[in-house]
């Protein structure tokens, strides 16, 4: 699964929590289901700078928000609250990717819920002066009633958004990764000419390295080029290839196969030692294969008008 940060830029998204956080006067971040950070804290406030001053206290931050959220929440608003290991009340936008969440808008307000006491055990509990904590905490930002569900609302709305760029930006990098595949198709497959030498005799000179994909694409192109030139040998020089792992001679088999199903005769020009080790090591058998060491041995067989 693709990261949001992968998708789109951090700056815009921290563009967008910015602007939240400022209209609301909420400490606001977007981090990912394991509780990963992905932007930076917007509004960072006293009371959370000395509650993440802590091993504990950070580690206690950032409990995954997945833990903490309730299903039920999201299909009846569209949105989560709940509160969060520092006892701050938080709503939560889930960001979606074709279908499945891949990370959190979330927002923090005062919970009107803790008093001092409650306070003071939390800050033992991270190891924390627990009235600097509690006159933090009174101090942190909050949301009148009548404000906290429109403010959960546009919230959703800003979490839309971002699951919209994010799939926007994922169909276009396909779009993108696509169109550079057919690229490199084309190259590979101008690469490859299949010239004829004369009357049915075709001659392909591979150079460069040759891998599975490229190895591929030659070989599919072989087997449809032939039988449109109405070739019945093909000379097939190697002599320029840099690099043929064992997935590349596997290739070479197979294409040899697929010609000789064809009724087309192989002839191998420039084996080197490397691919004569690649081909002994997949059980290459060479029966029924004519093999040369230059491709000047061939022509002069063709212009003394023999058989290869």
Known sequence: MKRLEDLVDINLLEQLQNNFSKLLGSVTIIEGLDGRPITQLSGLCDYCKLFRSTEEGLKRCRKSTSALVNEDDYLKKGYYVFTCEAGIRVMASPIFLRGEKIAYLVSSIRSDNLDYNAIKALAEKIGVDSDKLWNYFITFPTISPE??????????????????????????????????????????????????????????????????????????????????????????????????????????????????????????????????????????????????????????????????
């Open 147 to 308: 404000k906290a569900r429109p403010s959960a609302q546009y919230m959703s709305s800003v979490g839309s958004i971002i699951s919209e760029l994010s799939n926007k930006a994922l169909a276009l990098q396909e779009m993108l990764y696509s169109k550079e595949k057919k690229i490199v198709q084309l190259e590979y497959e101008l690469s490859t000419p299949l010239v004829k030498l004369k009357d049915t005799i075709g001659l392909v000179t591979l150079t460069g390295t040759i891998d599975d994909e490229r190895g591929n694409i030659i070989k599919e192109k072989l087997l449809r080029e032939s039988q449109k030139m109405k070739i019945t040998t093909i000379i097939l020089d190697i002599t320029g290839t840099t690099k043929i792992d064992l997935t590349a001679a596997d290739m070479l088999r197979k294409t040899v196969q697929g010609l000789k199903l064809l009724g087309i005769k192989v002839v191998l020009v420039g084996v080197s030692p490397v691919l004569a080790r690649a081909m002994v090591d997949i059980g290459f058998s060479l029966e029924g294969l004519s093999v040369f060491c230059s491709l000047e041995q061939i022509i002069e067989k063709i212009e003394a008008g023999k058989t290869l």
